[in-house]
């Protein structure tokens, strides 16, 4: 049985495997992450900060916020590295909550399969050290989208409104998450 608990059985030994690699590939998404260039979307990304800091911006606060929180952490002066850590880290988390997300719908190893394959994407590794905000609305959508299937699925109305504002909240990352509200809202 796919959905057996970790551990118990040949099926469970599979679905630890698989979660070992997508741990092994969620640390890729540090490795050389302030070797890289300055590129522009770092540039951008550290004047937006400041500016959302000012109250001179309005555009994905949640994640300028963030970033200008690393900024602050780090001390001195900004670095590649900690422009990039938010990105980073919410790369790292959307990889088990894609597993998290459709395990209900799919089963375990199904779902843990779909994060092995988002870990392995290229474009999930190229965003999750980049600093801009998809992985972090792919994580906010991510959340969202589980808590819908599992309100719908369990019949909790409150679990499914929790999951559109969650998903909703994505849109503060980055407007085209705004795009699975009604998506979600139609189920």
Same mark, same amino acid.
């Not at 988002?118 to 050290?129: A, C, E, K, N, P």
């Given at each position: 049985?796919?959905?057996?608990?970790?551990?118990?059985? &040949?099926?469970?030994?599979?679905?630890?495997?698989?979660?070992?690699?997508?741990?092994?590939?969620?640390?890729?998404?540090?490795?050389?992450?302030?070797?890289?260039?300055?590129?522009?979307?770092?540039?951008?990304?550290?004047?937006?900060?400041?500016?959302?800091?000012?109250? +001179?911006?309005?555009?994905?606060?949640?994640?300028?916020?963030?970033?200008?929180?690393?900024?602050?952490?780090?001390?001195?002066?900004?670095? &590649?590295?900690?422009?990039?850590?938010?990105?980073?880290?919410?790369?790292?988390?959307?990889?088990?909550?894609?597993?998290?997300?459709? &395990?209900?719908?799919?089963?375990?190893?199904?779902?843990?399969?779909?994060?092995?394959?988002?870990?392995?994407?290229?474009?999930?590794?190229?965003?999750? +050290?980049?600093?801009?905000?998809?992985?972090?609305? +792919?994580?906010?959508?991510?959340?969202?989208?589980?808590?819908?299937?599992?309100?719908?699925?369990?019949?909790?109305?409150?679990?499914?409104?929790?999951?559109?504002?969650?998903?909703?909240?994505?849109?503060?990352?980055?407007?085209?998450?705004?795009?699975?509200?009604?998506?979600?809202?139609?189920?």
């Amino acid at each position: 049985n796919e959905n057996s608990p970790a551990g118990s059985g &040949e099926a469970g030994e599979r679905v630890g495997w698989i979660a070992a690699s997508v741990v092994a590939l969620a640390a890729l998404r540090f490795v050389q992450l302030g070797r890289w260039g300055l590129w522009v979307d770092e540039a951008f990304s550290l004047h937006d900060a400041r500016a959302l800091d000012l109250g +001179q911006l309005k555009d994905n606060p949640l994640g300028y916020w963030l970033i200008a929180r690393a900024l602050d952490f780090g001390g001195s002066a900004p670095s &590649e590295a900690l422009l990039r850590i938010v990105p980073a880290l919410f790369g790292i988390v959307s990889l088990f909550l894609t597993a998290w997300c459709f &395990e209900p719908l799919f089963g375990r190893r199904r779902a843990w399969i779909a994060a092995l394959l988002v870990g392995l994407s290229s474009w999930h590794m190229y965003w999750s +050290q980049c600093a801009r905000f998809y992985t972090m609305a +792919q994580a906010l959508s991510l959340v969202g989208a589980g808590l819908v299937l599992r309100g719908t699925l369990r019949g909790s109305t409150r679990t499914y409104v929790a999951g559109l504002v969650v998903a909703a909240l994505a849109g503060t990352a980055h407007p085209s998450a705004a795009v699975l509200v009604p998506f979600l809202f139609a189920t």
